[in-house]
């Protein structure tokens, strides 16, 4: 990386640490201008516009519908910046919805923001909800918006409600107003029986309802080297050709971003979901270091191999015993090897309690997928839905909601676990900039963020730090096998 755009990077991050948001978004612009084809750069521009998607500014509207399409881009990044835009220009969304029709086939930004991935806010999905109710039943063609409304519900699995005179009319309409509400989907895999009951219930689960849903991974070559490098290790790194498992893979989201990252790295990405790993391999048939493996992380061991790096993201707290499960990682990792670990927070997850509060009646039914929209429709009306992207996705709800096995942790939790394991912290991850900087300004004395009683304490105040789920990295204290 050149010494100008590292340090247009840091002017960025230092920026959004300091809640300058709107400079922030300024300079990343400006860096944008000056070298548009660099994937860094792009990057840096669709994170700070994901986590704040106010910031964004009409004049841009072209190119956030550049980025929307590039193919280096996640558009999940990219579209709330876009809606917003849409949402604050006026009178997108019309009370007459024959002229929202009207006005959404004229857009072609607005119709590739629903063709490129989910929409994650209900002030633009419930009118769209009406849009689509009025294209049903009226029999008006409107056919680019009725086929980006279709591509829209291939992207969140058909999780807009319906009514029951909406149900009927569909029994004889045209195939592609149908797909905008009940999107074609994959048949079931047929997976492995597994003996421990708890698995067996989450493999099931997820055969039905692959997750997470996705569409583009973001990714720049020697990311997570740059990310190691920052984390102040006291092992060596590990080599760029590395072999790295992404145990609990699912739909292969997170195995490409890494691939993508070190594309020297030799990848075994594993799941107990054969649906989910035919959903991965077919979005990552392009990259050619990653193997999908039908495996209990339990079982690790079958493998035969060691890693250099293990990552285990959103997996173990949903083991009958997420200490076992962590311990058979641990178990495959050479010694000296780093280990990535996100796990619920307990604390964190009170939002989600709440919600399932409200639906307490439907948790114990068995789940459909008109259960799931029946979760959301009362939810909405009650205005209790969480804030998560996985509300609006059918998997994301039952991923969130209706999940078959539930095991969070606290602080305290993760350190018992790591002295068992004989695992080192090397530090705690923040995903937002500004609270990784109000750690540093609370806590000078642990500038590799190692400090568990600071972490607990800072989570006591603020639990929604980890609303995203605690992430970490460790590593292997042994010396031999």
Known sequence: MSSDRLQQRRSVLALWSAGRIDRAVAEAWRAFDGNRDDRGTKMLLAQILSAHPLAATFDRERDLHHLLNDRDVDPSAIAPAGWSLLLRGGNFFRPDPAATAARLEKSAFACDLLRATTVVSLDVELPLTRLRRFLLLSGREFPRSTAALAAQAAHNCGAWVFDEEERMALEDCDP?????????????????????????AVAEQYEGWPYP???????????????????????????????????????????????????????????????????????????RNIEFRQLDLHHAARLGRKFDIVVSSGVLHHLACPEDGWAALAGVLKPGGLMKVMLYSKAARENVRAARSAIADLLGAPVTDDLLRSVRRRLIAAKASPKSRDFFTLPGVHDLLMHRHEDPFDIPRIQRALARLELDLVGFRLSDPRNEALYARENPHDPHKRDFEAWALLEQRKPEIFAGMYEFWCWSRRTTE
């Open 213 to 287: 849903v996705w569409s583009r991974a973001m990714a720049e070559p020697g990311a997570l080297e740059d990310a190691l490098g920052a984390l102040h290790l006291e092992s060596d790194p590990p080599p760029q050709d590395a072999d790295i498992l992404i145990a609990g893979c699912g739909t292969g989201h997170e195995a490409a971003i890494i691939a993508l990252q070190c594309p020297a790295a030799r990848i075994v990405a594993i799941d107990i979901s054969a649906a989910s790993l035919r959903y991965g391999a077919e979005r990552c048939a392009a990259l």
């Open 176 to 200: 592609t107003i149908r797909r905008a509400y009940l999107p074609e989907r994959a048949a079931a895999v047929s997976g492995e029986v597994f003996g421990d009951a708890v698995t067996s």
